[in-house]
Protein backbone atom coordinates (compact mmCIF):
# COMPACT_ATOMS: atom_id res chain seq x y z
CA UNK A 1 0.00 0.00 0.00
CA UNK A 2 1.40 3.24 -0.88
CA UNK A 3 1.34 5.64 2.04
CA UNK A 4 2.91 9.55 1.96
CA UNK A 5 5.79 8.00 4.83
CA UNK A 6 8.62 6.31 4.97
CA UNK A 7 7.80 2.81 6.53
CA UNK A 8 11.56 2.45 7.81
CA UNK A 9 11.72 6.06 9.62
CA UNK A 10 8.64 7.48 9.49
CA UNK A 11 9.70 11.08 7.09
CA UNK A 12 7.58 11.89 4.42
CA UNK A 13 8.37 10.15 1.30
CA UNK A 14 10.65 10.57 -1.26
CA UNK A 15 9.87 13.39 -3.66
CA UNK A 16 12.49 15.62 -5.85
CA UNK A 17 13.46 19.05 -5.07
CA UNK A 18 11.48 21.93 -6.42
CA UNK A 19 11.40 25.67 -5.87
CA UNK A 20 7.87 26.02 -5.01
CA UNK A 21 8.72 23.10 -2.40
CA UNK A 22 11.75 24.13 -1.07
CA UNK A 23 10.58 27.47 -0.14
CA UNK A 24 7.15 26.50 1.13
CA UNK A 25 8.82 24.26 3.26
CA UNK A 26 11.22 26.66 4.98
CA UNK A 27 8.34 29.19 5.87
CA UNK A 28 7.23 26.10 7.46
CA UNK A 29 10.54 26.07 9.41
CA UNK A 30 12.51 29.28 9.02
CA UNK A 31 13.19 28.85 13.09
CA UNK A 32 12.31 24.98 13.89
CA UNK A 33 15.61 23.51 15.09
CA UNK A 34 14.05 20.38 15.68
CA UNK A 35 14.87 19.08 11.98
CA UNK A 36 18.59 18.55 13.46
CA UNK A 37 20.32 21.85 13.29
CA UNK A 38 23.59 20.53 15.35
CA UNK A 39 23.45 17.07 13.66
CA UNK A 40 23.46 19.18 10.78
CA UNK A 41 26.16 21.28 11.37
CA UNK A 42 28.24 18.52 12.32
CA UNK A 43 27.23 16.53 8.83
CA UNK A 44 28.29 19.58 6.97
CA UNK A 45 31.78 19.82 8.84
CA UNK A 46 32.96 16.32 8.64
CA UNK A 47 31.42 15.00 5.48
CA UNK A 48 29.55 17.60 3.33
CA UNK A 49 29.28 16.14 0.02
CA UNK A 50 27.18 13.02 1.06
CA UNK A 51 25.37 14.77 3.31
CA UNK A 52 24.19 17.02 1.43
CA UNK A 53 23.65 14.18 -1.74
CA UNK A 54 21.94 12.38 0.71
CA UNK A 55 19.33 15.05 1.27
CA UNK A 56 18.90 15.57 -2.32
CA UNK A 57 17.61 11.99 -2.60
CA UNK A 58 15.35 12.27 0.02
CA UNK A 59 16.44 11.53 3.19
CA UNK A 60 15.66 14.62 4.35
CA UNK A 61 14.38 14.09 8.25
CA UNK A 62 17.73 13.80 9.98
CA UNK A 63 18.76 17.69 8.43
CA UNK A 64 17.83 21.02 8.86
CA UNK A 65 16.22 23.17 5.83
CA UNK A 66 19.04 24.40 3.75
CA UNK A 67 16.78 27.45 3.49
CA UNK A 68 16.71 27.87 7.54
CA UNK A 69 19.98 26.40 7.67
CA UNK A 70 21.53 29.26 5.28
CA UNK A 71 19.53 31.91 7.13
CA UNK A 72 20.08 30.89 10.63
CA UNK A 73 24.18 30.92 10.38
CA UNK A 74 23.99 33.90 7.83
CA UNK A 75 21.98 35.81 10.94
CA UNK A 76 25.08 34.55 13.35
CA UNK A 77 27.24 36.34 10.74
CA UNK A 78 25.69 39.70 10.52
CA UNK A 79 25.00 39.78 14.61
CA UNK A 80 28.72 39.33 15.18
CA UNK A 81 29.78 41.82 12.54
CA UNK A 82 27.42 44.30 14.08
CA UNK A 83 27.08 43.45 17.91
CA UNK A 84 31.24 43.79 18.45
CA UNK A 85 31.35 46.61 15.53
CA UNK A 86 33.89 44.72 13.56
CA UNK A 87 36.13 46.29 11.45
CA UNK A 88 36.61 44.60 7.65
CA UNK A 89 39.90 45.73 5.87
CA UNK A 90 39.13 48.04 2.89
CA UNK A 91 42.68 47.44 1.66
CA UNK A 92 45.68 49.64 2.71
CA UNK A 93 46.17 51.24 -0.74
CA UNK A 94 42.59 52.70 -1.55
CA UNK A 95 41.47 55.39 0.01
CA UNK A 96 37.84 55.63 0.97
CA UNK A 97 35.46 59.14 1.37
CA UNK A 98 33.51 58.49 5.15
CA UNK A 99 30.61 57.98 3.02
CA UNK A 100 32.14 54.79 0.96
CA UNK A 101 33.42 53.99 4.50
CA UNK A 102 30.11 53.71 6.44
CA UNK A 103 27.87 52.02 3.00
CA UNK A 104 31.03 49.23 2.92
CA UNK A 105 30.33 48.37 6.51
CA UNK A 106 26.60 49.04 6.33
CA UNK A 107 26.86 46.30 3.30
CA UNK A 108 28.89 44.33 5.02
CA UNK A 109 26.00 43.82 7.95
CA UNK A 110 23.47 42.82 5.34
CA UNK A 111 26.25 40.86 3.29
CA UNK A 112 25.23 37.63 4.21
CA UNK A 113 21.31 37.45 3.54
CA UNK A 114 22.68 39.18 -0.43
CA UNK A 115 23.97 35.33 -0.85
CA UNK A 116 20.46 33.91 -1.38
CA UNK A 117 20.47 35.82 -4.54
CA UNK A 118 24.20 35.66 -5.55
CA UNK A 119 23.86 32.17 -5.56
CA UNK A 120 21.26 32.09 -8.47
CA UNK A 121 23.52 32.39 -10.63
CA UNK A 122 26.13 30.29 -9.12
CA UNK A 123 24.25 27.34 -8.89
CA UNK A 124 23.19 27.98 -12.62
CA UNK A 125 27.08 27.78 -13.55
CA UNK A 126 27.65 24.69 -11.49
CA UNK A 127 24.98 23.16 -12.93
CA UNK A 128 26.08 23.59 -16.38
CA UNK A 129 29.75 22.34 -15.36
CA UNK A 130 28.46 19.03 -13.49
CA UNK A 131 25.37 18.47 -15.91
CA UNK A 132 26.43 14.82 -16.08
CA UNK A 133 25.21 14.31 -12.66
CA UNK A 134 21.89 15.15 -13.49
CA UNK A 135 20.88 17.43 -10.89
CA UNK A 136 18.20 19.64 -11.28
CA UNK A 137 19.08 23.53 -10.58
CA UNK A 138 17.17 23.65 -7.32
CA UNK A 139 19.00 20.48 -6.24
CA UNK A 140 22.16 22.04 -7.05
CA UNK A 141 20.83 25.61 -5.31
CA UNK A 142 20.22 23.33 -2.14
CA UNK A 143 23.54 22.85 -2.31
CA UNK A 144 24.75 25.78 -2.72
CA UNK A 145 22.92 27.52 0.11
CA UNK A 146 24.08 24.23 2.64
CA UNK A 147 27.31 25.08 1.54
CA UNK A 148 28.05 28.74 1.69
CA UNK A 149 26.15 28.63 4.70
CA UNK A 150 28.11 26.85 6.46
CA UNK A 151 30.98 29.09 5.48
CA UNK A 152 28.98 31.22 7.60
CA UNK A 153 30.58 29.60 10.45
CA UNK A 154 34.35 30.71 9.60
CA UNK A 155 33.50 33.71 8.46
CA UNK A 156 31.70 34.41 11.87
CA UNK A 157 34.52 33.20 13.93
CA UNK A 158 36.91 35.46 11.85
CA UNK A 159 35.12 38.38 12.69
CA UNK A 160 34.90 37.22 16.65
CA UNK A 161 39.04 36.89 16.02
CA UNK A 162 39.58 40.41 14.52
CA UNK A 163 40.73 38.58 11.47
CA UNK A 164 38.36 40.27 8.94
CA UNK A 165 40.48 43.54 10.16
CA UNK A 166 43.41 42.15 8.22
CA UNK A 167 43.91 41.51 4.14
CA UNK A 168 45.90 38.57 5.31
CA UNK A 169 42.86 37.58 7.02
CA UNK A 170 40.49 38.00 4.51
CA UNK A 171 42.84 36.22 2.03
CA UNK A 172 42.90 33.12 4.50
CA UNK A 173 39.12 33.09 4.24
CA UNK A 174 39.39 33.17 0.91
CA UNK A 175 41.39 29.91 0.74
CA UNK A 176 39.37 28.15 3.16
CA UNK A 177 36.03 28.95 1.23
CA UNK A 178 37.65 27.86 -2.13
CA UNK A 179 38.84 24.38 -0.43
CA UNK A 180 35.71 23.47 1.35
CA UNK A 181 33.63 24.11 -1.86
CA UNK A 182 36.52 21.75 -3.63
CA UNK A 183 35.81 19.15 -1.31
CA UNK A 184 31.92 19.57 -0.50
CA UNK A 185 31.81 18.84 -4.57
CA UNK A 186 33.87 16.18 -4.81
CA UNK A 187 31.65 14.09 -2.68
CA UNK A 188 28.53 15.46 -3.75
CA UNK A 189 29.44 14.51 -7.57
CA UNK A 190 31.26 11.44 -6.33
CA UNK A 191 34.25 12.57 -8.00
CA UNK A 192 38.03 10.69 -8.11
CA UNK A 193 39.33 14.30 -8.61
CA UNK A 194 38.77 17.20 -6.73
CA UNK A 195 37.39 19.45 -8.97
CA UNK A 196 39.54 22.55 -8.21
CA UNK A 197 38.85 24.63 -11.47
CA UNK A 198 35.12 23.96 -11.47
CA UNK A 199 34.85 24.98 -7.90
CA UNK A 200 36.61 28.54 -8.45
CA UNK A 201 34.57 29.28 -11.28
CA UNK A 202 31.48 28.55 -8.95
CA UNK A 203 33.10 30.96 -6.05
CA UNK A 204 34.11 33.55 -8.44
CA UNK A 205 30.52 33.25 -9.64
CA UNK A 206 28.87 34.10 -6.25
CA UNK A 207 32.13 36.52 -5.34
CA UNK A 208 31.07 38.82 -8.87
CA UNK A 209 27.72 38.32 -8.09
CA UNK A 210 27.24 39.14 -4.18
CA UNK A 211 29.65 42.59 -5.41
CA UNK A 212 27.35 43.50 -7.99
CA UNK A 213 24.75 43.39 -5.31
CA UNK A 214 26.21 44.77 -3.15
CA UNK A 215 27.13 47.88 -5.40
CA UNK A 216 23.40 48.27 -6.26
CA UNK A 217 22.18 48.20 -2.86
CA UNK A 218 24.57 50.56 -1.77
CA UNK A 219 23.69 53.58 -4.28
CA UNK A 220 20.44 52.98 -3.64
CA UNK A 221 20.89 53.55 0.17
CA UNK A 222 22.72 56.41 -0.62
CA UNK A 223 20.22 57.82 -3.20
CA UNK A 224 17.38 57.15 -1.38
CA UNK A 225 18.50 58.86 2.09
CA UNK A 226 18.21 55.96 3.72
CA UNK A 227 21.84 55.32 4.88
CA UNK A 228 21.73 56.84 9.06
CA UNK A 229 18.30 54.91 9.28
CA UNK A 230 20.09 51.54 8.09
CA UNK A 231 22.56 52.31 10.32
CA UNK A 232 20.50 52.83 13.46
CA UNK A 233 18.35 49.48 12.72
CA UNK A 234 21.84 47.70 12.44
CA UNK A 235 23.38 49.80 15.85
Same mark, same amino acid.
Given at each position: ????? @?? $? @? &? ?16 ? *? ?6 ? &?????? *?? +? ?17 ? +? ?5 ? @???? $???? %??? *????? !?E ?14 ? !? ?6 ? #? ?9 P ?7 L??? =?? /?? /????Y?? @? ?7 ? #???? $? ?8 ? =? ?6 G ?5 ? =? ?16 ? $???? =?T %?? /? !? ?6 ? *? ?5 ? %? ?12
Amino acid at each position: MDTPY @CG $A @C &GQAAYRRLSFRSMFRDSL *IRIFDLEG &GFLHTL *IA +LSVRPGPTIREYVAGRRGP +LTHPVSY @CFLL $ATLY %ALT *INLLD !VEISLGGALEFTDIERR !VYHVLHGI #LAYLIFLALWPAAAIQRRLFRA =SG /FS /FAETYAF @CLYAFGHLN #LVGT $AFAASGLLAT =SAGLTALGLIQVVY =SVWAMKGFYRLARPPILR $ALAV =ST %AS /F !VTTNILSL *IVGNLIV %ATGLLEQVESILA
